[in-house]
């Protein structure tokens, strides 16, 4: 009886999955795209110690990296980056994305353009979305959270990080873009390296921000589709030496 | 004496201008576009009675239109909508733009892609920076606005809307476009008509939404460069028709 009642569940689940996949493609009707389902992570509580001092600096217009206190470790170890976890767990950067996958079962994703499809937008914040995207021979990150920057007023917030250095991360252009009700709203900006702090980059506002009711209008029954594209950003780097 | 005075300060102020537009034309390399230096416009206070409606429904991911309280008068009356400013004014639609001229001295630009270039980002809110633009047969208003949407946070919100009806409006696309320090912000709508309020606009976050961290990173100097592109909107018509 269980087995049957396991088995009726996965099928409901694979409906469900199919219909979000559907509603993916009717926003993202570029052929080609691989849509993923991404359902949100909760987190009883942020890990305070992490990045306080990053938190500190909101509204500054400065973003201070926040490893500066990796350094009592060893330089080459990179504290688990998985936003909304309290995770203990360190390590070198090689082994960052297996850590993410098997311990925080964070998805992982193939192609240079994809489209990430948040699930269950109204649950209340802290809420976060996060997947991996493979792409061009390097891992990133893509974090979606829903936050009460100030009190009663949740936002949304996304933006990608590379699982490497800042030197690498240097060398890319991540798009993010959300199209409906015709309304447009890109982002493109340098990933920021996983070695920096995913908390301070969004208290810092610089990454794609909206407030609930924008997000509302671009979603489409409590999902919200993020189409996302990385780029080499050889241009960049050329203006830089400039 | 005074002639000379003045004089000076006239060359003074040409100087500053051709600095603010090579400036302008740094960020924004596109041959050809017309780029228009904007000064803020300071305000007392807010026109309270014009729009209180529409203020309440902030956040509620509605937008309601706010010209109801205009069919006590003719329908075919506009009030003075000129953001900041608390105008008696009100009058037919035809006339709206030679009163913002005349009575307000907002600058009126030519050209499907402009440059607005707003000075003083640092200027504490409420501040609005305003400019009429002429483009595809119709008038524009662009209006970009500091203002503490949360106490003690201001943010930058900028919309346009278009000086004529709604069904008019809807043939349209604006776009609104951000480029430096490698990161691009891009906005893209129908333009509401001048008919709806800019303040419901704005206090429901439906436009393009900056906090001043943000805005810092895209400014140079203590001035913002927005590319301004307005098309007409087949595209959405075919798709609301769908």
Redesign the interface.
């Known amino acids: 009886m269980l087995f049957f009642t396991q088995c009726f569940g996965a099928v409901l689940d694979l409906i469900h999955l199919r219909f979000q996949h559907y509603k993916a493609k009717r926003v993202f009707s570029a052929a080609g795209q691989l849509v993923c389902v991404v359902n949100p992570t909760h987190s009883l509580k942020y890990a305070p110690t992490r990045c306080a001092a990053a938190q500190a600096s909101t509204?500054?217009?400065?973003i201070p990296p926040c490893h500066h206190h990796e350094a009592v470790h060893d330089p080459q170890l990179v504290p688990c980056t998985c936003p909304l976890f309290s995770c203990p767990w360190e390590g070198h950067l090689e082994v960052v994305v297996s850590h993410l996958r098997q311990t925080h079962r964070i998805n992982i994703l193939q192609g240079a353009e994809i489209v990430f499809l948040a699930t269950d937008m109204h649950l209340p914040a802290p809420t976060d979305w996060i997947i991996m995207h493979s792409c061009l021979g390097h891992q990133f990150l893509l974090v979606l959270r829903k936050q009460e920057k100030?009190e009663g007023?949740p936002q949304f917030f996304a933006t990608m990080m590379l699982i490497g250095t800042p030197t690498q991360a240097d060398n890319f252009?991540y798009r993010l873009e959300l199209n409906r009700n015709?309304?447009?709203?890109?982002?493109?900006?340098?990933p920021r390296s996983i070695l920096e702090c995913v908390d301070s980059v969004i208290s810092?506002?610089?990454c794609l921000?909206?407030?609930?009711?924008?997000a509302?209008?671009f979603s489409d029954n409590g999902s919200l589709a993020i189409g996302i594209a990385i780029t080499t950003?050889k241009v960049?780097n050329s203006?830089?030496e400039m």
């Open positions: 509204e500054q217009g400065i100030y007023h252009t015709q309304r447009r709203l890109k982002w493109e900006a340098t810092d506002g610089d921000v909206m407030n609930t009711s924008l509302q209008l950003s960049h203006e830089a």
